[in-house]
C-alpha cells in the first residue's frame, strides 16, 4: 500500500511517497531559504505562491522516483496544520483536487505528528512506549507517547519556541536568515566559560520552558561586550550551551516521571549538534537510548507526512469533500488511537 504525502505548512514544499511494506520510495523537496533571506524571514503571501509553483512539479518527481501511477496510490495525505494559513491551504487544495481527480481518500495529517514520527522512516526506530522532545521553530514540547497516536503533552514553551530563540538571536548577533545554523557554526569557535547565560524554568516544579529571557540576555551581552567576532562566538557558545542545558533538564525530569528509557528527538532544531551531544550525554547516564531522525527529516519533509498519512490512513481517517486547514492544531487533541 503506497501513499503520496505532501507538505506545504511554511517554507519548504515536499512530496514524497511511502510503502507500508518497502519503506520510503521517494522523497522530493524544495526550500525556500534563499527567496525569504532577502526579507530576514519568512513572508507568508510569498510562501504561498511559491507552494503554488512548485507543488505539482515536486509531486511528478516524488512519482517518478517512486515508479508510482496514480492507480498505484492508496491515499493522498497532506498537512492540514499547524501552519501558515495561506501555505497550508494550497497543499490542501492540491492534494484535495488530485485525492478526488484520482478517486482516492484524502488524509490530513498533523505536521508536529509527522515531526514525531520522522525517526520511524529510519531502520534503528524506538518501540513504544517512548518521550518525544519536539524541537523546532515555532513548538518546543515534552510528549509521553504511551502508544501509536497516544499523545499527552507534559510540558511547552509558555513563549518562544527554542528555534525561534536560536534565529532572534542570530540575528542579535548580525547574522543571516536562517540564523539558527548560523549561530550553531558560530558557537564551534566560541570559547565555553566566558560567559553564563541563565536556565530559565530551571527550579520551576512543571516541565514548561521559557526562552524569551534567554533572547533579551544574549541583547545586553552583545551590547555590553559583542565588539569582536571573538565575543559574538563566546556568546553564541553560551547561548547554545543555555538551550542545550535546558533541554536536557527538563527531558531528565520527564523520563524520571515515566520511567521510560526512550527518547525520541525531532524537529528542526534536533539537528543541532550540541543539542545531540547534551542528550546522548543525558541517556547515557539514565541507562537509555536516544532516537533521531537524519537532518533531512528533521527539517519541514513530505517523507515525515506520508509516513504519519499511512499510520491515520490505515485507522479510518478520512477528509470530506470541503478543502479545509487548520493552523492551530494543538497534537493532544487528535484522536487518540489507531492500529500500527
Known amino acids: 500500500m503506497r501513499i503520496l504525502g505532501i507538505e506545504s505548512s511554511c517554507d519548504e514544499t ?16 524544495y526550500s525556500q531559504i534563499a527567496m525569504h533571506a532577502e526579507y530576514g524571514g519568512v513572508v507568508p503571501e510569498l510562501a504561498s505562491r511559491d507552494h503554488i509553483k512548485k507543488a505539482l512539479p515536486l509531486i511528478e518527481k516524488a512519482l517518478q522516483d517512486s515508479g508510482s501511477a496514480p492507480e498505484d496510490i492508496a491515499a493522498v495525505a497532506y498537512t492540514a496544520g499547524p501552519g501558515l494559513v495561506g501555505a497550508l491551504m494550497v497543499g490542501a487544495a492540491v492534494a484535495r483536487s488530485l485525492a478526488y481527480a484520482w478517486g482516492k481518500p484524502a488524509v490530513p495529517v498533523n505536521h508536529m505528528e509527522g515531526h514525531l514520527l520522522a525517526p520511524m522512516l529510519e531502520e534503528r526506530r524506538p518501540e513504544f512506549p517512548f518521550l518525544a522532545l519536539l524541537v523546532s521553530g515555532g513548538h518546543t514540547m515534552i510528549i509521553d507517547v504511551s502508544a501509536p497516536g497516544c499523545y499527552r503533552i507534559m510540558g511547552q514553551s509558555v513563549d518562544d519556541a527554542a528555534g525561534e530563540a536560536f534565529d532572534k538571536t542570530a540575528k ?9 545554523p548560523l549561530l550553531s557554526k558560530l558557537a564551534e569557535q566560541g570559547v565555553s566559560g566566558r560567559f553564563h547565560f541563565p536556565r530559565p524554568m530551571a527550579d520551576s516544579p ?31 557558545r553560551a547561548f547554545e550551551e543555555a538551550v542545550t542545558s535546558i533541554l536536557a533538564l ?49 527539517t519541514d519533509n513530505g517523507a515525515m507526512i506520508a509516513y504519519a498519512g499511512m499510520f491515520r490512513f490505515k485507522m479510518g481517517q478520512r477528509a470530506d469533500l470541503a478543502v479545509s486547514v487548520r493552523p492551530r492544531w494543538p497534537l493532544d487533541t487528535l484522536e487518540q488511537k489507531y492500529d500500527r
Not at 172 to 180: E, H
Open 250 to 298: 527538563k527531558a531528565g525530569k520527564a523520563l524520571k516521571q515515566t520511567r521510560y528509557k526512550r527518547l525520541v528527538v525531532a524537529g528542526g532544531v534536533s539537528a543541532n549538534r550540541s543539542i545531540r551531544n547534551g542528550l546522548q550525554a543525558l541517556m547515557e547516564s539514565l541507562g537509555g537510548e536516544v532516537f533521531y531522525p537524519r537532518p533531512e527529516f528533521c
Open 14 to 29: 515536499g512530496a514524497a511517497v511511502y510503502d507500508d511494506t518497502e519503506g520510503l520510495l521517494s522523497n522530493a523537496l
Open 206 to 236: 512543571n516541565l514548561d520552558f521559557s526562552f524569551s529571557g534567554l533572547k533579551t540576555f544574549a541583547a545586553n551581552t552583545i551590547r555590553e561586550a559583542g565588539d569582536t567576532e571573538q565575543d559574538r562566538a563566546d556568546i553564541a
Open 172 to 180: 542579535l548577533l548580525g547574522l543571516p536568515y536562517p540564523g539558527g
